[in-house]
Nanobody, 123 residues
Framework: QVQLVESGGGLVQAGGSLRLSCVASGGTIRTYPMGWFRQAPGNEREFVGFIRWIGSSATYADSVKGRFTIARDNAKNTVYLQMNSLKPEDTAVYYC????????????????WGQGTQVTVSS
């Protein structure tokens, strides 16, 4: 059973950057596609992006494309979400997840979830 722990969240001004980390334990993430999702108060959980385990290419939601980058370091069992040019609408709790298959924008395709880390972007 894979356990995931996110870190790196915090308060940042609009236009700033944050890097979130997601460290896995209890198993290797080497063969898992890894996703990032976010949830703002009163909203449903929203897809941010995922990185494939084959080739490590990534797919992003249109709302973050060009600003966010996902990377993985399998040797460290860690996935990263680099967030640049942050906007107030990026404020949410950010979750990482380990999925199955080749990766998906659907939260239902992910088997393991972290507890989330809060990101707050002030205007």
């Amino acid at each position: 059973q894979v356990q995931l722990v996110e870190s790196g969240g915090g308060l940042v001004q609009a236009g700033g950057s944050l890097r979130l980390s997601c460290v896995a334990s209890g198993g290797t993430i080497r063969t898992y596609p890894m996703g990032w999702f976010r949830q703002a108060p009163g909203n449903e959980r929203e897809f941010v992006g995922f990185i494939r385990w084959i080739g490590s290419s990534a797919t992003y939601a249109d709302s973050v494309k060009g600003r966010f980058t996902i990377a993985r370091d399998n040797a460290k069992n860690t996935v990263y979400l680099q967030m640049n040019s942050l906007k107030p609408e990026d404020t949410a709790v950010y979750y990482c997840a380990a999925g199955s298959g080749l990766g998906s924008a659907s939260a239902g395709q992910y088997d393991y979830w972290g507890q989330g880390t809060q990101v707050t972007v002030s205007s």
